[in-house]
């Protein structure tokens, strides 16, 4: 499963201005919902799981990142969202939930088919493990820059 196919070049937000991990949902899910990706319960749905169940993630580097994501009822077709974020905001940690994790990096998950999801996230982790590939991403300037690191 590629992020290539699913990455919508509409929805990059390079340098994002904000203050908290919502702030970065809501921008995100706002730029999926207008270009008819989700549903509009889509952003309430995905800040409610997050508050339940987090999914920030350290990478062990400078640079750490969350993968904001809700179940498939609130998707009307699979697409990605992607925020490089000018300061880190804090999430909290997917695995130690009390823990709060600094990120500058958010793929945000929008997908219709359970067994995508999974395969995703696993895509998703592959990439996260690639410190250099992080750099890359977070000092690209423009969203065909991120497409192309990510094909």
Known sequence: ??????????????????????????????????????????????????????????????????????????????????????QPVPFYNMVEIDEVVPVQLVIMLALDKPKSQIEMLQTVSGILQQPELIERIMKASTSAEVLALLS
């Open 1 to 86: 499963m590629k992020i290539s196919e699913f990455l919508q070049p509409e929805a990059i937000s390079l340098h994002l201005e904000a203050q908290s991990s919502e702030d970065v949902i809501r921008a995100l899910g706002t730029r999926l919902l207008q270009l008819g990706y989700v549903k509009d319960d889509f952003i309430e749905a995905t800040l409610k799981r997050e508050a339940s169940m987090p999914t920030g993630l350290p990478l062990g580097g400078e640079i750490n990142a969350a993968i904001p994501h809700v179940d498939i009822e609130y998707v009307n077709r699979s697409a990605l969202a992607l925020a490089t974020l000018k």
